[in-house]
């Protein structure tokens, strides 16, 4: 099918005008449609993974703990996002770290219960190192029944998240908070010893020098101060559920014998009562994410001496401030009624870090000497993870996810990431502003980059707790800015389901058009040629725009040329762009560039030598014109060019071979 040519239209101004006003019409009819449909939907609810049971072992040292209570409370606080056409689950658990498979395993229970595809879900740890041990690390062995208790709870709080969704409304940004984050990698002065476990004494940086230490000279690398906040409202403005991150290691000052939720547990608890939604049912669900903080905590070491804190006493005044901070953001951010939501998901292969059969023998002779563990000496410790560590294969699966909700970017990591990582994504990520949540969907221990390899440092050293290989970051940090770049261009739950008023449409001639053609030169270039009465442009123009997603902005631009305008005096270009825009709007025009031309649809065929539209121009990387798509030439409906015939083409540009 095909519009008029020329004579035909010449012949039928009135008519086109009928025809044009019943369309936009339907257009309008099909937006309210859309509107009524277009409802984001939230649901929150902080499962109980306190230990149901003690003693139970406690992770986050060198050497086992065991807790016989626990001080607070330890969760797994869920968020269920739904935009009406993708639902993502977000899992936050007070836990130091939780290993793949019991992550996997919880994902599969929530997917068979809730629907949510469990590509769609993410799970993390905050990193407290006060909860139960869940992997083991170091001399910590897990307790097999608390395994499986946490893969319940957490499938039970998403499926109680899911079941608790309403209507909501959604907002981002961000606050900052550096009074509490503080590098922990120090350069030492020159004569300084900064031995390791292995017999050398070749390290360039030491881990939480000491405050006071003469020998401290500076930091190793900088912090990140940014809070990244998600918040979620009823749409009468009561808080829903509040989604914080923020890069700091943990606190700490809990007594070994109990569990604690750390700062996490109190930053949620704190958050309530600021928001004043302790009453609330079903009850407000704040969640603090850690961020990219595997060479950050809480000590300043270029004080030269330390206050004293009773135990918890520094786990309030961080938390306290950070909530302050994550406050005054909260009053600046613009709640929306709707915002698009996207996730992505993939799986790297990254290289280990296997000790050498000398390493091997080494290990065995010091633990022969040392006899039965436990052990106290690091260079034991080491040992003992050095013949754990041999069992290991050359290389371990690593899963990256990343999400999308309006303009606000989340990535995920599942190691203890340097603060260098995270900043150099959000500085790069097409989405702002971007957070990265670590230790999600599993747990592969430290992740240097490689300039921190070299310097060395307890980060770096080889076991269970850092064993990627040293060109493991760069793989990571690729990964994640190719997944936000896909999640970004994403028209997430139809991008053809936004308001009019977010279409933009620029009035200009041919000859602007072909600006813009050179403008983008590097990429492939396909231009639309359409108008709201011709019922075989409306149809292709879905298949137009959705050329973006299949190829990508980086490697081809999209016009869409608009010939609405019959020269009618009384009726200016302006005139019709409120009923384009609609179109626009229901059909995923956000996504590529919009020009109305100002010249009358007749005059524009007459110079371009074009019997009709639809039309499609492509050209190639250099700007020319490689071929016009038309049906001037068709007697027949099966004469008539298909989408699939410009898309062909473009597929060829793109791999380097031009057809004509």
Same mark, same amino acid.
């Given at each position: 099918?095909?519009?008029?040519?020329?004579?035909?239209?010449?012949?039928? #101004?009135?008519?086109?005008?009928?025809?044009?006003?019943?369309?936009?019409?339907?257009?309008?009819?099909?937006?309210?449609?859309?509107?009524?449909?277009?409802?984001?939907?939230?649901?929150?609810?902080?499962?109980?993974?306190?230990?149901?049971?003690?003693?139970?072992?406690?992770? +986050? +040292?060198?050497?086992?703990r065991q807790a016989t209570d626990a001080a607070?409370?330890?969760?797994?606080?869920?968020l269920v996002l739904d935009d009406g056409a993708t639902r993502i689950a977000i899992v936050v658990c007070d836990s130091c770290m939780v290993p793949r498979d019991l992550m996997d395993a919880a994902k599969d229970r929530a997917a068979k219960a809730t629907g949510i595809p469990t590509e769609r879900?993410?799970?993390?740890?905050?990193?407290?190192?006060?909860?139960?041990?869940?992997?083991?690390?170091?001399?910590?062995?897990?307790? =097999?029944? &608390?395994?499986?208790?946490? !893969?319940?709870?957490?499938? =039970? *709080?998403?499926?109680?998240?899911?079941?608790n969704?309403?209507?909501?409304?959604?907002?981002?940004?961000?606050?900052?908070?550096?009074?509490?984050v503080f590098n922990r990698r120090w350069y030492m002065k020159q004569g300084a010893v900064n031995a390791d476990p292995f017999g050398g004494a070749e390290d360039r940086v030491r881990m939480n020098p000491g405050i006071g230490n003469q020998a401290n000279l500076k930091p190793s690398g900088p912090v990140d101060p940014e809070i990244g906040i998600l918040s979620i409202q009823t749409p009468d403005g009561k808080p829903v559920a509040l989604l914080a991150n923020y890069s700091l290691h943990y606190v700490g *000052?809990?007594? *070994?014998?109990?569990?604690?939720?750390?700062?996490?547990?109190?930053?949620?608890?704190?958050?309530?009562?600021?928001?004043?939604?302790?009453?609330?049912?079903?009850?407000?669900?704040?969640?603090?994410?850690?961020?990219?903080?595997?060479?950050?905590?809480?000590?300043? &070491?270029?004080?030269?001496?330390?206050?004293?804190?009773?135990?918890?006493?520094?786990?309030?005044?961080?938390?306290?401030? $950070?909530?302050?901070?994550?406050?005054?953001? &909260?009053?600046?951010? =613009?709640?929306?009624?709707?915002?698009?939501?996207?996730?992505?998901? #993939? %799986?790297?292969?990254?290289?280990?870090?296997?000790?050498?059969?000398?390493?091997? =023998?080494?290990?065995?002779?010091?633990?022969?000497?040392?006899?039965?563990?436990?052990?106290?000496?690091?260079?034991?410790?080491?040992a003992r993870e050095t013949l754990l560590l041999a069992h290991y294969p050359p290389q371990v699966k690593a899963k990256i996810q990343a999400i999308r909700i309006g303009e606000l970017g989340i990535a995920t990591s599942p190691c203890e990431t340097f603060v260098e990582t995270g900043l150099a994504i959000k500085e790069a990520s097409p989405l702002k502003p971007t957070f990265?949540?670590?230790?999600?969907?599993?747990?592969?221990? &430290?992740?240097?980059?490689? %300039?921190?390899?070299e310097l060395g440092g307890y980060e770096t050293w080889r076991a269970r707790s850092s064993y990627l290989a040293a060109d493991a970051e760069p793989k990571v940090r690729e990964t994640i800015l190719e997944l936000l770049?896909?999640?970004?261009?994403?028209?997430?739950?139809?991008?053809?389901?936004?308001?009019?008023?977010?279409?933009?449409?620029?009035? *200009?001639?041919? /000859?602007?058009?072909?600006?813009?053609?050179?403008?983008?030169?590097?990429? $492939?270039?396909a231009i639309d040629i359409w108008t709201t009465s011709c019922p075989a442009?409306? %149809?292709?123009?879905?298949?137009? !725009?959705?050329?973006?997603?299949?190829?990508?902005? /980086?490697? $081809?631009?999209?016009?869409?040329?608009?010939?609405?305008?019959d020269g009618v005096k009384t009726k200016p270009p302006e005139y019709y762009l409120p009923r384009v825009k609609e179109f626009l709007a229901q059909r995923g025009g956000t996504n590529v560039e919009n020009v109305m031309l100002n010249v009358p649809l007749l005059e524009f065929l007459d110079a371009v030598d074009l019997s009709s539209s639809p039309a499609v121009y492509v050209y190639d990387a250099d700007g020319k014109l490689v071929r016009r798509f038309d049906n001037d030439n068709a007697r027949r409906a099966a004469d008539e060019f298909t989408m699939e015939q410009v898309e062909a083409q473009i597929a060829d540009l793109i791999n380097g071979v031009q057809k004509r």
């Open positions: 099918m095909r519009c008029l040519p020329k004579p035909a239209l010449r012949l039928c #101004t009135l008519a086109l005008a009928v025809v044009v006003t019943g369309l936009s019409l339907s257009v309008g009819q099909r937006l309210e449609a859309s509107d009524a449909k277009r409802v984001f939907k939230a649901g929150a609810f902080a499962a109980d993974i306190t230990p149901p049971r003690f003693p139970i072992s406690l992770n +986050g +040292g060198m050497t086992d607070d409370p330890l969760h797994a606080r869920c879900i993410l799970i993390s740890a905050t990193h407290t190192h006060s909860a139960p041990t869940l992997s083991g690390v170091f001399q910590s062995e897990p307790d =097999e029944d &608390y395994r499986q208790f946490l !893969v319940e709870k957490i499938a =039970e *709080g998403i499926t109680r998240a899911n079941g969704l309403r209507a909501a409304r959604v907002g981002w940004g961000t606050g900052s908070d550096p009074s509490q *000052g809990v007594p *070994g014998n109990l569990a604690s939720a750390d700062y996490f547990g109190e930053f949620a608890r704190r958050l309530t009562t600021a928001l004043g939604a302790n009453e609330q049912d079903p009850q407000f669900v704040g969640i603090l994410s850690n961020g990219t903080s595997g060479n950050i905590n809480n000590v300043n &070491y270029s004080l030269t001496s330390a206050e004293r804190r009773e135990p918890f006493e520094q786990i309030k005044v961080v938390a306290a401030s $950070v909530v302050d901070a994550t406050m005054r953001a &909260y009053r600046k951010i =613009e709640h929306k009624d709707w915002a698009p939501i996207a996730m992505r998901e #993939t %799986e790297i292969e990254l290289g280990v870090r296997l000790p050498s059969e000398a390493d091997v =023998e080494q290990a065995k002779k010091l633990l022969s000497e040392a006899g039965p563990g436990p052990y106290r000496d690091r260079t034991h410790i080491y990265i949540i670590e230790l999600a969907n599993g747990y592969n221990g &430290y992740l240097p980059t490689p %300039e921190h390899h770049h896909e999640v970004a261009k994403e028209d997430a739950a139809g991008a053809d389901a936004r308001g009019a008023g977010d279409v933009e449409v620029v009035i *200009g001639s041919w /000859d602007d058009v072909q600006k813009r053609v050179r403008a983008h030169r590097g990429k $492939v270039v442009c409306l %149809e292709k123009f879905p298949q137009f !725009v959705s050329l973006v997603k299949e190829y990508g902005r /980086d490697r $081809v631009s999209l016009i869409a040329v608009n010939t609405d305008y």
